[in-house]
């Protein structure tokens, strides 16, 4: 969803005399608190972090906003980039602006976390970007500064050579904390050129001193960030900037393994962002190895007990290089990413939680384990972030005063001192053994099983029949079940035979297995859905036993297989009804692009042509072993978080059209070949309209098609050449339309179809079902408002190319020139909408039809595109497209326009996770499948509220935001 959403801080039940001194320095320093979310702001920041009230009172004017936007959005604003100064203003009108920008941001952020409006790692992809803009003005003020002196670099060709800076360690990795120097390095294109009289070396290593006095310089206003350019080649004693082609010499002929893992989390932040790619690119052979080599664990580890030898004052207290602290918890992870990362390429991210996320999608991590982790990272990092807000100087080091210690631990949501203690001890013990055992399972990630485990001896009594009066208790502990009779119901699934899992000649000859097995059920998400799947799985592959065999030769394999098995309903049933596909897709989380689908559906029809000499079935058959292929490829990408929500969309819409053109293709072979055709093209003066989500784009996770027929043929038109004889040319566009949607719909052993609705074509079910097209346009000369609404999600997709283009100008005159909305059919619809399809009476939350869902955003965009239609740029079928331009147009204010697209990301992230999750398009709080979404999505347990609640608070405010705006731009429109 993006924002993790806690209950309000309340300051004065964490520090109040810190929140009242915060109140009377404000005054002190000009500021008006006669609003209640002005002396809010102030008192959060004085209660939870005084050490940022300075760079709050240095910008008087920023109080006024900030307390503006907690009035209006209840949360205050992520910070936006900062505002230059002119490329030819001098130093310190620079630092200014740059110290300005760095306060402002630091402000907002902080507050963020306060306020419980998004957790640490939110905060600390945000700061991050603060600091990266900061960096990417300074870099250009700096090359400004030194090239108005010198010249501008150029090559021998006279082209300018570009400088891009590198983000290392956090910065690189977007979580940067806040009390943090950045770490820099400085390339350039080449060599070959000059500056003026002054060789290009020279020239960028003055900008790269110019850039670090910019950004360090300490002014009456501090400075902007500490700048640490020691990870660079040669390090102190290498230049400040290096050329691509020495920068590739050294690494590959004398880089040491640090700077592998230095080079981990590298990121082009600044300057010429495509220089540093390159050389990322060229680096990549030298950071990540084909070969695997575990003596890369035993480097890091020695670089880690160096950094406690030369650095560590107190272990205990110390969150960063403690044991079991921040360092040894991205130890745990970068570790495994320069072990694998040659082999899979999707590990070569440089952040630490999303690294962390692709080691579970690759099955090389347990759910468990990263889940672990995540919660301990996270209370790590929220921990330290506090201290650093706190004290006016970078620590990583909990307080020693008890006083200050209990106002720390409030104002992270624990009653006292010794609750927070009690959270830290478990997180770090919990990542010291992740880190300890880790190095045993590298080469080949295997589970260690004791015999006396609690799985191991349900294992050993699954075998034996589960008679045992203690059995319900120990399914409980072994596996971490809700439904016991249930769990029972599935184990005896898997030892019914003898050679199935639990059975006895499995368990003789492959003893290992099963307890591995309900190790990883354990493990899941939901380990009741992956136990179930798992029963279900081994019932339907033969022989068992073998299989059995097979994934425990391929341990990531089965933790991915199992992890996807607690994870999604919908994925689980399509590998259960083809298991020969889950090696492929189990581990393999790179979805391909809409270009490769379309490519891959057109190759399948293609080749079930060629092997069948056009045989229908065959050809459907083909069709549907692709589609379930990409529509697995996509969903198991979307589980593991690879995917945006348009990027979900944008490939099921390509995977549907393509479907859809092949279909027709078909249909129209068929047609031709039976009644003749109209014109050489059996297509000839027939189009397929596409409407709803599909038209837009934003076709999800077992969506429907929406689909209208429509021809251009004269009445006395008929066709010619067929073995039946001609028929009139309408009758033909009839039987070719309803072939399609057989070949769409119709049952098949390969797969289910599409499921199809064509209730939107003129006078809906009761109308005909192909219309010409003079007919269309004459109907919705005068069609209601809801059917012009409708057409504004319309697109032709399929069918003659000719009567498609027409259609599309046909589409959009009725839909964007027919006079403002009618505001109150629109109204009167939606609340239709809520009420009947919503139908949240219930407990359940609807994600697209309820109060503030999807239907409120498309409402409004669609209202204003009825409205102001005359603009050719606000013509588009998709949502976010259409409020990004109204945006632009400036017929949708910039508040609202954000809040909508704020709202759409979220409401479809968490549509696409329910849907993946459940099957189902509605989010049910009770069910423990919400709880598993709400972890998926990055929410974590906390002291102060659960995932769970964090989910269902976000989610409220975002549906409330959405129906604020809903309201506001049609009242607006009224007047």
């Not at 050129?193 to 290593?205: C, M, N, W, Y």
């Not at 040894?328 to 899979?344: K, P, R, Y």
């Amino acid at each position: 969803m993006g924002t993790r959403t806690g209950a309000r801080f309340l300051p004065r039940e964490v520090d109040r005399a810190g929140a009242q001194l915060a109140t009377t320095q404000a005054r002190d320093h000009g500021l008006d608190l006669d609003r209640a979310s002005a002396r809010v702001i102030v008192e959060s920041l004085g209660a939870g972090a005084p050490g940022v009230l300075p760079a709050l009172f240095r910008l008087e004017a920023l109080l006024p906003r900030l307390a503006s936007e907690l009035d209006r959005n209840q949360f205050v604003e992520a910070p936006s980039p900062a505002v230059r100064c002119p490329l030819d203003a001098d130093a310190d009108a620079v630092k200014s602006s740059l110290r300005a920008a760095r306060d402002e941001a630091l402000v907002r952020v902080t507050l963020r976390e306060l306020l419980a409006t998004v957790d640490v790692d939110q905060t600390a992809r945000e700061w991050s970007e603060a600091a990266s803009d900061c960096v990417d003005h300074a870099l250009a003020a700096a090359g400004a500064m030194v090239a108005a002196r010198n010249g501008p670099p150029l090559d021998y060709t006279g082209r300018v050579v570009g400088l891009s800076v590198l983000g290392m360690g956090k910065l690189g990795g977007r979580e940067l904390n806040l009390g943090s120097d950045i770490d820099i390095c400085l390339f350039y294109a080449t060599d070959e050129g000059s500056a003026g009289d002054r060789p290009l070396a020279v020239h960028f290593a003055r900008v790269g001193s110019v850039l670090v006095d910019l950004l360090a310089d300490v002014t009456a206003q501090g400075f902007a960030f500490r700048v640490d350019l020691r990870l660079r080649p040669e390090g102190r004693q290498g230049p400040i900037a290096c050329s691509h082609a020495t920068a590739e010499r050294y690494y590959h002929t004398w880089g040491r393994p640090w700077e592998r893992a230095a080079l981990l989390r590298a990121r082009p932040i600044a300057g010429d962002r495509a220089v540093g790619r390159a050389l990322l690119d060229a680096l990549k052979p030298f950071v990540f190895r084909r070969e695997v080599d575990p003596a890369i664990t035993e480097t890091l580890r020695d670089m880690l007990s160096r950094s406690r030898k030369e650095q560590l004052r107190d272990d205990a207290r110390d969150l960063k290089l403690g044991s079991g602290g921040i360092r040894e918890a991205e130890f745990f992870v970068q570790s495994w990413q320069l072990l694998w990362g040659g082999l899979h390429p999707s590990l070569q991210v440089p952040s630490t939680l999303r690294a962390l996320s692709r080691l579970r999608a690759l099955g090389l991590v347990s759910d468990r384990d990263a889940r672990d982790l995540d919660d301990a990272w996270g209370l790590l990092r929220r921990v330290e972030h506090r201290i650093q807000t706190v004290a006016p100087y970078a620590t990583h080091t909990l307080p020693e005063d008890p006083a200050r210690l209990a106002v720390l631990a409030r104002s992270l949501g624990y009653p006292d001192a010794e609750e927070l203690i009690g959270a830290l001890d478990l997180a770090r013990t919990r990542v010291r053994e992740l880190s300890n055992g880790m190095v045993a399972s590298l080469v080949r990630p295997v589970i260690l099983i004791d015999p006396r485990s609690p799985g191991a001896r349900l294992a050993r009594l699954a075998a034996s029949g589960l008679d045992d009066p203690a059995t319900p208790e120990l399914v409980v502990e072994a596996l971490g079940v809700r439904d016991v009779d249930a769990a029972l119901s599935d184990l005896r699934r898997l030892a019914r035979r003898p050679d199935l899992p639990l059975g006895a000649e499995t368990s003789a000859q492959v003893p290992d297995f099963g307890p591995r097995l309900l190790s990883e059920v354990r493990d899941a998400p939901d380990p009741d859905l992956a136990l179930s799947h798992v029963a279900t799985l081994f019932e339907r592959v033969f022989p068992p036993e073998r299989y059995a065999r097979w994934l425990l030769d391929r341990p990531s394999v089965l933790r991915g297989l199992v992890g996807l098995f607690g994870a999604s309903e919908q994925l689980s049933r399509a590998l259960l009804a083809r298991p020969q596909l889950i090696e492929t897709f189990v581990t393999n989380s790179a979805a391909p692009d809409p270009e490769e689908i379309r490519a891959w559906i057109e190759a399948a029809a293609a080749m079930g042509s060629a092997s069948s000499e056009g045989d229908p079935e065959v050809i459907v058959g083909s069709l549907r072993r692709a589609m379930r292929e990409a529509m697995l490829s996509v969903g198991v990408a979307d589980l593991a978080g690879e995917l945006s929500p348009a990027q979900v969309g944008e490939r099921l819409t390509a995977l549907a059209e393509a479907v859809v053109v092949e279909s027709l293709h078909l249909a129209g072979a068929e047609c031709a070949a039976r009644y003749g055709s109209v014109g050489a093209d059996p297509l000839a003066g027939v189009a397929v309209v596409a409407q709803g989500s599909l038209a837009a784009g934003e076709l999800g996770h077992g969506g429907d098609l929406d689909l209208l027929f429509l021809h251009d043929h004269s009445d006395e038109a008929l066709t010619s050449g067929g073995k039946r004889g001609a028929i009139p040319a309408g009758e033909y566009a009839v039987r070719l339309a309803q072939r399609t949607l057989s070949l769409l719909a119709a049952s098949h052993d390969a797969g289910p179809g599409y499921a199809i609705d064509t209730r939107l074509r003129p006078s809906g079910a009761q109308g005909v079902l192909v219309t010409t097209r003079l007919s269309f346009v004459a109907y919705h000369r005068t069609s209601a408002s809801w059917e012009r609404q409708a057409l504004l999600r319309a697109r032709p997709v399929a069918g003659d190319p000719a009567l498609r283009a027409t259609l599309h100008d046909d589409i959009a005159a009725i839909a964007y020139t027919r006079g403002p909305a009618d505001l109150g059919e629109l109204r009167r619809l939606r609340a239709r909408m809520e009420l009947e399809l919503g139908r949240e009476d219930r407990g359940a939350i609807s994600l697209k039809y309820g109060r503030g869902g999807l239907v409120d955003v498309e409402f409004v965009a669609q209202a204003l595109q009825m409205t102001y239609g005359a603009d050719p740029s606000i013509r588009t079928p998709n949502t976010r497209a259409a409020l990004r331009a109204l945006r632009a147009g400036h017929w949708l204010d910039e508040a609202s326009a954000e809040t909508l697209l704020q709202a759409e990301s979220s409401l479809r992230t968490l549509l696409h996770a329910t849907r993946l999750a459940t099957n189902r398009s509605v989010l049910i709080p009770s069910s423990p499948a919400t709880v598993a979404i709400a972890r998926r999505l990055g929410y974590r347990d906390r002291a102060e509220r659960s995932a769970l609640d964090a989910l269902l608070s976000d989610l409220a405010r975002t549906r409330d935001a959405t129906r604020r705006v809903f309201r506001d731009v049609l009242s607006q429109l009224d007047r």
